[in-house]
């Protein structure tokens, strides 16, 4: 059974439109993160959870959001997408914030139009 | 430039051969990792080694760290088609808890 899961694992969007990606854990982990990969790039790091409470961010735009309704749940809202937001999306956890092993999940494609 | 970066971009190997990868890097670190990613998956780590650590070995695979010289490697034995894979290092910096991934050495194993 999959430990992560992220839905959906394909995304296709307008420019300017607003899309949700998911993310649940069942690993029962109190740190959770985004990374954004792309075609070009490494794995890049942008937001990091722990107990639900943000503790990273590095994404600079404010058209990034995370979003933690539960502990094990953390998705990412971005707003106003454009041809660049062009990645893969994935999701990760840990058992806490820190040097420890890092799960990730199997990632959510996004192509913005 | 990057502050993690492989020492190449892509390997090539025939089955049943070694094969070494090397890792650098350019600030403080309290661990580094090795993952590998296989082609549409996400990233699966291999080995975490802290800064306290010389090396660490998981079954076939064998990472050293040398902080002296900011440098590791993940060398893999007896390699099979499925290490087929991207590898990369990432580490955590000293006072934050932010991994840095490097952008990635190709390995293809050839049967």
């Known amino acids: 059974d999959p430990k992560i899961i992220q839905k959906p694992k394909y995304l296709v969007a307008v420019t300017g439109s607003e899309k949700i990606l998911i993310c649940e854990q069942y690993?029962?982990?109190?740190?959770m993160y985004w990374y954004r990969q792309s075609a070009k790039k490494p794995l890049e790091f942008m937001f990091s959870y722990s107990y639900q409470k943000l503790m990273d961010n590095q994404t600079a735009s404010s058209r990034f959001q995370p979003q933690s309704s539960k502990k094990n749940h953390l998705d990412l809202q971005i707003t106003a997408l454009k041809p660049d937001d062009s990645a893969t999306y994935f999701c990760a956890s840990s058992q806490d914030r820190g040097a420890d092993t890092q799960y990730f999940g199997p990632g959510t494609r996004l192509l913005v139009l | 430039s990057q502050l993690a970066e492989e020492n190449s971009w892509a390997l090539s190997v025939h089955e049943g051969e070694s094969v070494t990868v090397n890792c650098s890097y350019k600030t403080s670190i309290t661990a580094l990792q090795w993952y590998r990613q296989k082609s549409g998956k996400g990233p699966a780590q291999l080995i975490l080694?802290?800064?306290?650590?010389r090396e660490k070995r998981n079954g076939r695979l064998r990472a050293t760290l040398d902080t002296s010289s900011q440098s590791s490697s993940l060398s893999i034995t007896a390699t099979r088609c499925e290490d087929t894979a991207v590898y990369f290092c990432?580490?955590?910096?000293?006072?934050?808890?932010?991994?840095?991934f490097g952008a990635g050495t190709r390995l293809k194993v050839i049967a």
């Open positions: 990432a580490f955590v910096n000293t006072g934050n808890y932010k991994y840095v």
């Open positions: 080694i802290r800064s306290n650590e």
């Open positions: 690993l029962g982990h109190n740190a």
